[in-house]
């Protein structure tokens, strides 16, 4: 296979809202390159990046895949991520790979949930960003509605660099804006330059400059010389149009119809010659490795071998593929290389260049590309290998907080080892997802992005694992507290022949300020029970306080205070005084007025501003009260807390109340008592639950 200079190579994440036309232009990018001989269609279940059993039945994107294209001498290395919100932790992983970010929109359907999300994680990760309007062709398509909501969302770095020729129906090319010659496209999508059509002359003209106008805003210099002249030269123009999408200070917009690949080889001419190289972005922040110092590394093809690893695939019949790109240096063939994460040597074996799963072996990686390594043992997603002698690591990546918890269980007895070590597995693919096995809650606990991605997982389970699987409700950890004060004294005296058992403390109880925990104070004077017991007096109160006599839910922010007490010269032990505290405590725990404590959470939800009044109206209903409302372009974020209890299964509710189009991100807050009505349910459930164990 042909070697690239890392001046020849464009990295490119292809990202943007489901059935935004993703994949398809991916696959005309394939076709048009020559790359694939066969146009592939997603409804067909035929195209190169959807090759997963799982993808071609749902017809969607699951997994970020890898695939290579050479247009005129450029490699472009793409990346085709999912554009489910479920699935947003591949794109997090992703961008970090790339050197732009193609936002692919719909023209049917605009601006979506994933578009804005998209655009945000590459400002995140200071990624230049492009947009590629599809669906052109589409009946009843215009693209002007599309352009100004991005610009109006985007502001006007959004700027078209071509305009489309025809729309909807009528779509059949595109007009260069730099080179003002307009480019028809036939059915395999191959170019023709032709003169802008007459009827369109003052159009292009009007739109050239401004795009002009905008490059020029790109730089003070050319700004100068723009508002002296009016114009640019050709060579002034390349320079700004780099700088400004380097910069983050142009997206350029780009319109195609990618089901016939129309459009597709005028943006890969634009691309090979305007969008940065991995030479331009220069070098790479990262952190020396255990510590949050800053650290440097450039990327130079002849310096220290960087690499890092942005997904991790089980592969059948070949093992674990790490898909890698090469920041500095040269990944070779026998290399050692250190994972500065796991801590521990990796031996580079085969290499591969990656077309989804077709694969073809390569003897090195350069600076800038991509590729796959295999079977590596203690590598997996975000990790850097690189050399021993000079570390280097990337901050850890932070992925979203889930907004979806479910209990699984297996459905078979005996497979709850199997349950352990699929989930366990397929965290190494994906790592957005967390397991928790509560002990507290004697539940195995899933706490996922979406409520697609652990359908996803129970399927995999199946079909990789062997073990079939029931999903529940999560159970509530709820807490109990006391919000009154109480004094008890408490005698364990038991005879029963030979030696007995005799302990005897008083306790005061008083409520503490929540979260503040348990605090056990010894304030006994004159030795009235002895010191060596005292410490026994403490274990039986931390016993009893695991499970509280409302609902069996572990007892919290409470002080006790042991003032006397006696003991016996014989019969006294650590038992008898374990269990004088106990039972103390259970006493003075119903005598200090005690309630139930349920999990508050702190959600933000971004939803399209026509929702905003059913989302709050959603969010009274569950008990939520509303912090805030922050309206941003075309959306609001509302703000609130809501009970645990009330969210279970609310992404799906946020997706049906907004038409797909809005979001949530939820993380703990606090702790606060639970209404009475609802707390006497609980209270209730509880008796019953126990009374039917007996």
């Known amino acids: 296979m042909k070697e690239y200079k890392t001046e020849q190579i464009r990295n490119l994440a292809l990202c943007g809202h489901n059935s935004c036309g993703k994949t398809t232009f991916a696959e005309a990018i394939l076709h048009v390159t020559g790359t694939s001989s066969r146009f592939g269609k997603v409804d067909e279940g035929t195209t190169v990046s959807d090759f ?103 502001g006007l770095k959004a700027a078209p660099v071509q305009i489309p020729i025809g729309e909807a129906l009528t779509f059949k090319g595109v007009v260069d804006l730099l080179k003002m010659k307009a480019y028809t496209f036939d059915a395999n999508g191959k170019a023709t330059e032709e003169e802008v059509p007459v009827d369109m002359k003052d159009e292009a003209q009007a739109a050239r400059e401004k795009l002009v106008e905008s490059i020029a805003e790109a730089d003070d210099k050319l700004l100068e010389k723009f508002f002296e002249s009016g114009e640019l030269t050709p060579d002034e123009i390349t320079h ?81 593929l790490s898909l890698i790109r090469a920041f500095s240096g040269k990944i070779s063939h026998g ?222 922010d409470f002080q006790v205070e042991l003032f006397f007490g006696s003991s016996h010269s014989v019969d006294s032990s650590d038992m008898a005084f374990k269990m004088a505290g106990l039972f103390a405590f259970r006493d003075a725990f119903e005598k200090c007025s005690p309630v139930v404590l349920e999990p508050v959470y702190n959600i933000e939800v971004r939803v399209p501003e026509e929702f905003t009044g059913d989302v709050m109206g959603d969010i009274s209903s569950r008990r939520g009260r509303i912090s805030g409302m922050n309206p941003e372009s075309g959306y609001t974020v509302v703000k609130a807390q809501v009970p645990q209890a009330e969210l279970y299964k609310y992404s799906t509710q946020i997706k049906s109340l907004t038409q797909g189009r809005g979001f949530y991100a939820r993380d703990f807050s606090h702790y606060e008592e639970v209404p009475r009505e609802i707390q006497e349910r609980l209270i209730e459930e509880y008796k019953k639950a126990r009374e039917s164990e007996k």
């Open 52 to 154: 997963a059993d799982e993808e071609i039945a749902r017809r969607i994107s699951i997994s970020a895949t890898l695939l290579h294209a050479d247009h005129k001498g450029t490699k472009f290395n793409l990346i085709d991520l999912p554009g489910f919100p479920d699935l947003i932790g591949e794109t997090v992983a992703a961008l970090q790979a790339v050197d732009i970010g193609v936002i692919v929109v719909s023209a049917t359907a605009g601006v979506e949930v994933v578009t804005d999300q998209s655009f945000r994680y590459c400002e995140k990760y200071g990624l230049p960003r492009t947009f590629v309007i599809t669906k052109l062709d589409k009946e009843h398509v215009e693209y002007r509605p599309v352009l100004e909501k991005l610009q109006h969302i985007y």
């Open 240 to 320: 700004g149009l780099r700088t400004g999408i380097q910069k983050h200070a142009l997206y350029p917009v780009f319109f195609c119809a990618p089901i016939t690949a129309s459009g597709v080889s005028t943006f890969l001419d634009f691309a090979a010659a305007y969008f940065p190289t991995p030479a331009d972005r220069g070098e790479i922040v990262g952190v020396m490795p255990g510590t949050t110092e800053k650290k440097i590394r450039k990327i130079d093809p002849a310096g220290v071998p960087t690499a890092y690893v942005f997904k991790t695939v089980s592969e059948p019949h070949v093992g674990e």
């Open 335 to 556: 290399d050692e290389l250190y994972n500065t994460a796991s801590e521990s040597s990796e031996k580079i074996g085969q290499i591969y260049v990656m077309n989804g799963k077709e694969r073809k072996e390569i003897p090195t990686v350069v600076a800038g590309d991509m590729g796959a390594l295999v079977k590596l043992r203690q590598t997996h997603t975000g990790d850097v290998l690189t050399s021993k002698g000079d570390l280097f690591a990337l901050p850890k990546i932070e992925y979203p907080s889930p907004v979806v918890d479910v209990g699984i269980r297996p459905l078979s007895k005996g497979d709850e080892e199997k349950i352990s070590s699929g989930l366990s597995r397929l965290r190494e693919e994906d790592p957005t997802f967390k397991v928790m096995a509560d002990a507290e809650l004697n539940q195995t606990l899933i706490f996922a992005q979406g409520e697609l991605q652990v359908d996803i997982l129970v399927k995999k389970l199946k079909e990789k694992f062997g073990v079939d699987v029931e999903l529940e409700k999560p159970r509530i950890p709820y807490r109990e507290t006391i919000t009154g004060k109480a004094e008890v004294q408490h005698k364990y005296k038991k005879q029963s022949g030979g030696r007995g058992q005799y302990g005897d403390v008083y306790i005061r109880m008083s409520p503490r300020k929540r979260g503040e925990g348990f605090e056990f104070v010894n304030a006994i004077v004159g030795g009235v029970i002895p010191g060596k017991f005292i410490p026994s007096v403490e274990k039986g109160v931390v016993e009893a306080m695991k499970n509280g006599q409302l609902t069996g839910s572990p007892v919290v």
